[in-house]
């Protein structure tokens, strides 16, 4: 019986990727009230990853969903516009039968499905070909994160994904703006874990198992790709479909665990080139 149990639950294991754009370690801690309250009581999971360098975005886009740091995978910098040419967890879902889907800036689908990216035509994909086979990919930074979380939460209720990626521009373009040590910054923050919170609710009542991230921090300046605990320190919130975790852990891990643990989630084998050791969720 347990073996069968335990094989139900990997057929049914589906994941979200919450990938919140320059989201500071401290400020989600500080701010996140709502995911705060999970962890509190032990309904979530939180670490902290010092972040792979440089803390620009392309570069650690790969990197979360390649498990390989930037020198590895050669997207070094913003200007490298190419499909990712390593095993990455779009492409290990789609060869292993699963449903991917995104709601991203438009360098995933540059990525992972199409380069350079073409506004009018890849805009919204639904093709089963492609690594991120129902895309829906915004080009303006100011794009406002509550339309993107909207189009998400559809692509879940219509598709029912294994796998999707929510990315939103919001902390980014507040902390570019108004530098991080910002009200502006701050209360983006506040905002974003209010209507993070139902939909939240609504997936792991789906049987979803959501983690919340960051790519990069962000310094008082707006900047960020650099070295200091500012520009690199994100936080990892797990929350899991029975809602057991062990509050804030106060352990430090690596972006380069989150793809082998999503694909791991999913039952799908990890490519010998994801070297760290997925983690454990339970
Ligand atoms: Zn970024």
Redesign the pocket.
């Known amino acids: 019986m347990t073996s069968e149990f335990f094989l139900l639950e990997i057929m049914m294991a589906k994941v979200i990727l919450v990938i919140s754009?320059?989201l500071r370690y401290d400020v989600a801690k500080a701010n996140m009230g709502f995911l705060g309250h999970l962890v509190e009581s032990r309904q979530a999971t939180l670490h902290r990853i010092i972040g792979e360098l440089p803390s620009m975005?392309r570069p650690?886009y790969e990197t979360i969903h390649t498990g390989l740091t930037s020198s590895e995978h050669g997207i070094v910098a913003n200007s490298i516009v190419r499909l990712s040419n390593k095993p990455n967890v779009f492409q290990s879902l789609k060869d292993a039968g699963k449903v991917t889907a995104a709601a991203a800036y438009y360098w995933y689908s540059e990525l992972y499905n199409r380069a350079p990216y073409n506004p009018i035509d890849d805009q919204e994909t639904d093709d089963d070909s492609l690594n991120i086979q129902h895309g829906r990919f915004y080009t303006q930074d100011e794009y406002p994160d509550i339309e993107l979380f909207n189009s998400a939460a559809h692509l879940v209720r219509k598709f029912s994904p294994d796998y999707l990626l929510l990315h939103p521009m919001g902390m980014?373009y507040h902390g570019e703006t108004f530098g991080a040590d910002s009200k502006e910054y701050r209360n983006h923050a506040i905002y974003q874990d209010s209507k993070l919170a139902p939909l939240i609710m609504e997936w792991i009542e789906r049987g979803y198992t959501v983690f919340v991230t960051g790519?990069?921090g962000i310094n008082s300046d707006g900047g960020h790709g650099g070295t200091t605990p500012e520009q690199r320190d994100v936080p990892l919130f797990i929350i899991r479909p029975s809602r057991t975790g062990r509050g804030e852990t106060g352990e430090i891990v690596s972006h380069l665990q989150i793809a082998p643990t999503i694909l791991n989630c999913l039952g799908v084998d990890v490519p010998p080139t994801m070297k760290y050791p997925p983690l454990k969720l339970d």
Request: aromatic share 0%; glycine share 0%; net charge negative.
């Open positions: 754009d320059a975005s650690m980014d790519d990069h």
